[in-house]
């Protein structure tokens, strides 16, 4: 099935960017749907953003016109651009795989997870 590797958290003050990168490695990359997911202490894990196979993007409201997802599948990798980021930002971020004919926001839908990455942002 292969492995996701989270890369790019950290701690960052409010207001600043990150950018996460997700390798994906012993899969057909480009026949995945991708998506993030983060999870706070204490509470459910919840989505992100996705782009599919076909580069089509969803983003959660909370996140639109911050965040951008994109991909390069000469790369094998997903990105994660974070800008004006916010102290609820904060969380374990994880990128995931599926297969589906379409992207969906529900964590259940996706069989592939990497091991996730921290970020941090500070008030």
């Known amino acids: 099935q292969g492995q996701l590797v989270e890369s790019g958290g950290g701690l960052v003050q409010a207001g600043g960017s990150l950018r996460l990168s997700c390798v994906a490695s012993?899969?057909?990359?480009?026949?995945?749907?991708m998506g993030w997911f983060r999870q706070a202490p204490g509470k459910e894990r919840e989505f992100v953003a996705a782009?599919?196979?076909?580069?089509?993007?969803y983003y959660a409201d909370s996140v639109k016109g911050r965040f951008t997802i994109s991909r390069d599948n000469a790369k094998n990798t997903v990105y994660l651009q974070m800008n004006s980021l916010k102290p609820e930002d904060t969380a374990v971020y994880y990128c995931?795989?599926?297969?589906?004919?379409?992207?969906?926001?529900?964590?259940?839908?996706?069989?592939?997870w990497g091991q996730g990455t921290q970020v941090t942002v500070s008030s």
């Open positions: 995931a795989a599926n297969r589906q004919l379409l992207l969906t926001t529900t964590p259940g839908a996706y069989d592939f």
């Open positions: 012993g899969r057909t990359f480009s026949r995945d749907n």
């Open positions: 782009i599919s196979w076909g580069a089509s993007t």
